[in-house]
C-alpha cells in the first residue's frame, strides 16, 4: 500500500499541514522529525515531516523533493509535545512545530552538500549531470545550494544531488539562511616533518626565517594549533601555510568553533552544600520521583513551595546532578537570565562544561550552535527563559521550573500564545521526566492543583542564614554592631523582615506631601547611618491609569460590575471606563465617598523618586533600574554588580526587582505605593500585588544584619497588602482562591480571550462588534458560558493599533470555538492577563 507523508510548513506566506508521496530514492528512509524539502505551488519549502497517512488530503499529491538533513531536527517527543500545544492553545500545529526550530533552519534555509568518503573515492559510472556535480564538489569541497547554483547555471542539478546522495556519494546538512547562522569554523596548522635543510622553504632570506619560525612553534605544540594564534607567534602568512603544506611540511585543517555564549560569564565551580533538614525532607521525595521516573512511572509534577532564601535553587541543582547521574538530561527555566545572573551562575559553576545557555541576547549563530550541541547530546543541562523548553534533548529526565509564577513564562505577543509552564508539564508528562516547580509565591492555579489537581506540594518554611561572612565583614570595617541584627548567628534559620504598613491617607492629613511617609524616611536614615543599602520599589504597571482619593483612599468603580474604572488612554475627554461593559463617566471633581478634591491619578516614576531621595539625603549615591534605562546589552549586569559592590546606596526600580536577587546588605526595602496595580481591570491583579510585595519583602534582611520593609498603602486594609505584609501565602491562596470560585474565574473556569488589533480605529471596532454579535447568536441558550466585550482593551492602543477584545468565560469555551475560523483575530486560552 502506497504511505503518504504528512508534512509541517511554516514559512512567510504558508502555513499548514500538507500530504505529499514519496520518490523512489526517498522510500523507507524518512522518519518522524525529519526536515524535507517540498514544492509548494511555483517553489520549494522546507518541512517538519510529522507521519503518514493512508489517505492523503488532495487526490493528486507531489512528490518531496529531498531530505535535507539525516538526522531528524525534532525528537519524537518534542513532536507529541507540538500536537499538545497545538490542541491546548488553539494554535495551527505547524506554527507550534516551528517553536521547536532555531530561527533559521525551517525558514528559507540552504542546503550544504558534501561528497562522502566514497564519493570522494569514486571513480565509476555517472550520468552527465551528476558527473558535472561530482566533479564540481571533488574540486571545491562542500558547497551550499546557492553556490552551486552560480558555478552550474541553468542546470537543473537538484536532481543529480539527490541521486548522488542517493547513491551514497554525497551527503546534504540542512543550513540555516544567514551567514552569521552558520557553523564558524577556524583554520588550524599540525606540524608533520621538519625540512632537512632549511634552504627548502625558500630561497629567499626573509621567507625562509618566516616559514622556519612557524615550524620551530609549531614543533612544540603537541596537535594541531589555530592559525591565528601562530600568526601572532610566528609573524607568518597564509600563503606561507600554503608553501609548507605544498611541501608537506605542515598538515592544514579546519575545526568548528563553537560559539559559546558562557565563554565570557566568568564563574568558580562549586560543591553542593550539606543540606539542612527541611532541605534533605524535601530532597529525599525530589530524588524519590526521579528513581520512580527511571522505573517508567509516571511522575507527578512537584511544586517547592518555598520563601525567598530558603534554599529552593540548592534543590533544583541537586536534582539536575542526579538526573545527570541517570544518564538523562535537564532543562532549568528561569523567567529572564539578564534578571537572574546569579542562578545561572550557579547552574554554571555546578556544572561546568555541561551546561547550554540559551537567551535574548544571543546572536543567531550562537542559538544554532547552542541547538545543534544540544542536538548532538554534547549537552546536558539547557538553562534559559520559555524557548529552552524547546532545546532538542532526546534524554530528558527533569524540567525544572524556577519562579513558576512568573509571567514572562507566557508568550503574549506571537502564535503560539502559551504558558511554559504549562507546557513544561505537559511535556514531562510526554517524556516521563520529572516536572520541579519552585516559587515563593505560586501561582494560584499551580498552587490548587496540589490540593486537587496531582500535584505533589513540598514546602520549605525558613530562610537559610547565609552571607555570615558579608555580615561579619561588614561589622568589623565599621567597627560596631549591626542594628538588626539576627538573635543567634549560628542559627539555620532566619527570620523574615518585619513589614510596616504605612497608612498613606494619614500622612496627607499630618501635613505631609512628601511620597514618602514618616516612618519610610527614618528607616531610610537610619539605613544610611549604618552604611547598609536599601531598595526602593516602584509598581510601574498601572501607574496614572486609576483614580483615587487621597483623603480617604476611595477608588472609582463600575456601577455594573464592581471593576475599577480606569482612564481611556486614547481619548482626550477626561473619561472613566470601565473594561468590562463598557461603562463610561466623567471623572468626578470631588471624591463621591468624602467630598475631598483630592481625587486624582496618581502619577510618580523612578526619577521623581530619585530626586526625592536627593531632596531629602543629598549626598546619597543612588542607582536607577527600570527597564528604558537597560537597553544595552550586560546593563542589568552592570547595575546589579555595582549595587552589589556597594557602589550606590539606593537601588530604584520597578518589577525586575521582584526576581530572584541576593544583596546581603540590603537592610531595607521601601515600597513606594503598594496598592499601584491592585485597581487594575484584571483577574489576577491582587495576585500579582501579593506577588510582587512578597517577593520584593524578600530581597531585605538576606544576611545576619537583618532587615525590615516599609509598605506604603492608601488600602491598607486590602487582603492581598495584609497578606503580603505578614508573608502569609496561605492566607492569601485562601481569599483569593475563594474569591476567584465565587467570579468564575481560573483556575475555576477557562478564559478565552479574543482580540482584534486595526490601526484604523472605526474598523478595530467594526470588526470587533461583528464577531461579537456571532459569538452571542452561538452563545444563545448555553447558559455555562458567558461572553463579555467586545470593549477596548485596557491597554487599548499598542504599537499604533487599537485593540478590542472579547471575553469568554465557562467550563471549556475553547472547545466551542474550536473550529471558529476567525483570521487576523489573536486567539488566547486562559491567558495569565486580561489587560
Ligand atoms: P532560594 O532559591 O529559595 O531563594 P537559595 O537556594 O538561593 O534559596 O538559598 C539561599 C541562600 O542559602 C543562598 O545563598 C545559598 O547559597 C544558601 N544555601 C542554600 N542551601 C544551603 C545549605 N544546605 N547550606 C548552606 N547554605 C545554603
Ligand atoms: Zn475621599
Ligand atoms: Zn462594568
Redesign the pocket.
Known amino acids: 500500500m502506497a504511505e503518504y507523508i504528512q508534512i509541517a510548513v511554516n514559512v512567510p506566506r504558508v502555513q499548514g499541514v500538507f500530504d505529499y508521496h514519496l520518490p523512489p530514492e526517498l522510500e523507507g528512509r524518512l522518519r518522524p522529525g525529519h526536515l524535507v524539502l517540498a514544492p509548494f505551488g511555483p517553489r520549494l519549502v522546507q518541512g517538519v515531516v510529522l507521519g503518514t497517512v493512508a489517505q492523503p488530503q488532495v487526490p493528486e499529491t507531489k512528490a518531496i523533493d529531498m531530505l535535507l538533513d539525516e538526522q531528524p531536527v525534532l525528537t519524537a517527543q518534542q513532536l507529541d509535545l507540538a500536537r499538545h500545544l497545538s490542541e491546548s492553545c488553539l494554535a495551527p500545529l505547524a506554527a507550534c512545530v516551528s517553536l521547536m526550530l532555531p530561527s533559521g533552519i525551517g525558514k528559507l534555509a540552504d542546503v550544504e552538500y558534501a561528497l562522502t568518503e566514497e564519493g570522494e573515492a569514486f571513480a565509476g559510472e555517472l550520468s552527465a549531470g551528476q558527473a558535472r556535480l561530482h566533479a564540481l564538489l571533488k574540486e571545491r569541497g562542500a558547497l551550499r545550494g546557492g553556490q552551486i547554483n552560480r558555478a552550474l547555471p541553468r542546470k537543473n542539478w537538484r536532481s543529480s544531488g539527490a541521486a548522488l546522495v542517493n547513491k551514497g556519494l554525497a551527503k546534504t546538512t540542512a543550513l540555516p539562511p544567514m551567514p552569521s547562522a552558520r557553523a564558524k569554523t577556524v583554520r588550524t596548522v599540525e606540524f608533520v616533518a621538519a625540512p632537512a635543510d632549511e634552504k627548502m622553504l625558500s630561497k629567499q632570506a626573509t621567507p625562509r626565517a618566516r616559514r622556519a619560525k612557524i615550524l620551530e612553534v609549531l614543533q612544540r605544540e603537541p596537535g594541531p594549533m589555530d592559525a591565528d594564534w601562530l600568526y601572532a607567534e610566528s609573524q607568518g602568512s597564509l600563503a606561507d601555510l600554503h608553501v609548507l603544506e605544498e611541501l608537506g611540511f605542515v598538515r592544514l585543517s579546519a575545526r568548528e568553533s563553537v560559539r559559546d555564549p558562557l565563554a565570557e560569564l566568568a564563574y568558580d565551580p562549586s560543591l553542593p552544600p550539606h543540606l539542612t533538614a527541611d532541605q534533605a525532607r524535601v530532597w529525599d521525595e525530589v530524588h524519590k520521583a526521579l528513581a520512580n521516573a527511571q522505573l517508567n512511572e509516571v511522575p507527578k509534577p512537584i511544586l517547592l513551595h518555598g520563601v525567598t532564601g530558603s534554599g529552593k535553587t540548592e534543590i533544583y541543582l541537586q536534582a539536575v546532578a542526579k538526573a545527570l547521574t541517570q544518564g538523562k538530561q535537564a532543562i532549568v527555566l528561569v523567567p529572564e537570565i539578564a534578571l537572574t545572573p546569579q542562578t545561572v551562575r550557579r547552574i554554571l559553576s555546578r556544572f561546568p562544561d555541561q551546561v547550554g545557555l540559551l537567551h535574548s541576547e544571543l546572536s543567531p549563530g550562537e542559538r544554532y550552535d547552542t541547538w545543534r550541541r544540544a542536538r548532538a547530546g554534547q549537552i546536558s543541562v539547557v538553562v534559559g527563559p520559555r524557548s529552552a523548553l524547546f532545546a532538542p534533548l532526546d534524554r530528558l529526565g527533569l524540567i525544572v521550573v524556577d519562579e513558576e509564577h512568573d509571567d514572562s513564562y507566557y508568550e503574549g505577543e506571537q502564535m503560539p500564545h502559551y504558558h511554559a509552564r504549562e507546557a513544561a508539564v505537559a511535556y514531562a508528562r510526554l517524556a516521563g521526566a520529572v516536572c520541579l516547580l519552585g516559587s515563593a509565591t505560586p501561582d494560584v492555579g499551580s498552587y490548587s492543583r496540589t490540593q486537587r489537581g496531582g500535584w505533589q506540594l513540598l514546602e520549605l518554611p525558613a530562610r537559610i542564614l547565609a552571607h555570615r561572612d558579608t555580615a561579619r565583614a561588614h561589622r568589623e570595617r565599621l567597627g560596631q554592631a549591626a542594628r538588626y541584627q539576627a538573635a543567634n548567628e549560628d542559627a539555620q534559620a532566619l527570620e523574615l523582615p518585619p513589614v510596616n504598613i504605612v497608612d498613606m491617607r494619614r500622612e496627607l492629613k499630618a501635613g505631609n506631601r512628601s511620597i514618602f511617609s514618616r516612618e519610610l524616611q527614618a528607616a531610610l536614615t537610619e539605613t544610611l547611618e549604618h552604611r547598609q543599602q536599601a531598595i526602593l520599589f516602584l509598581n510601574r504597571r498601572g501607574t496614572a491609569t486609576y483614580v483615587f ?6 477608588v472609582l468603580r463600575c456601577p455594573n460590575c464592581d471593576n475599577p474604572l480606569t482612564q481611556h488612554l486614547d481619548s482626550r475627554s477626561d473619561k472613566l471606563l470601565c473594561h468590562h461593559c463598557g461603562y463610561t463617566r466623567q471623572t468626578p471633581k470631588r ?6 478634591v ?2 486624582r491619578h496618581y502619577r510618580s516614576g523612578t526619577v521623581s523618586v530619585e530626586a526625592e531621595v536627593q531632596r531629602l539625603f543629598p549626598k546619597t549615591r543612588t542607582l536607577r533600574w527600570e527597564r528604558s534605562s537597560t537597553r544595552t546589552k550586560g546593563a542589568h549586569e552592570r547595575i546589579l554588580r555595582d549595587f552589589g559592590q556597594h557602589e550606590a546606596d539606593v537601588l530604584i526600580g520597578t518589577q525586575m526587582l521582584a526576581k530572584g536577587l541576593d544583596l546581603p546588605l540590603v537592610t531595607m526595602v521601601g515600597v513606594v505605593l503598594a496598592d499601584v496595580g491592585l485597581n487594575m481591570p484584571d483577574y489576577r491583579a491582587s495576585e500579582r500585588v501579593f506577588q510582587v510585595l512578597t517577593q520584593v519583602a524578600g530581597r531585605a534582611g538576606r544576611s545576619p544584619l537583618g532587615g525590615r520593609v516599609v509598605l506604603q498603602t492608601f488600602q491598607p486594609d486590602h487582603f492581598a497588602i495584609q497578606a503580603a505584609a505578614k508573608h502569609d501565602y496561605a492566607a492569601f491562596f485562601t481569599q483569593e482562591s475563594q474569591d476567584r470560585r465565587q467570579l468564575r474565574y481560573p483556575p475555576f473556569a477557562q478564559l478565552v480571550r479574543l482580540e482584534y488589533r486595526d490601526a484604523n480605529e472605526r474598523k478595530a471596532e467594526r470588526e470587533a462588534r461583528a464577531v461579537g454579535e456571532r459569538l452571542a447568536a452561538m452563545l444563545r441558550g448555553r447558559q455555562a458560558t458567558e461572553m463579555t466585550g467586545p470593549v477596548p482593551a485596557f491597554f487599548s492602543r499598542l504599537r499604533r493599533e487599537y485593540r478590542w477584545q472579547i471575553v469568554l468565560r465557562g467550563q471549556q469555551p475553547a472547545e466551542l470555538i474550536r473550529e471558529l475560523k476567525l483570521p487576523n483575530w489573536r486567539v488566547e486560552v486562559d491567558p495569565p492577563s486580561l489587560l
Open positions: 482619593c487621597r483623603d480617604c483612599g476611595f471624591c463621591p465617598n468624602c467630598d475631598s483630592q481625587i
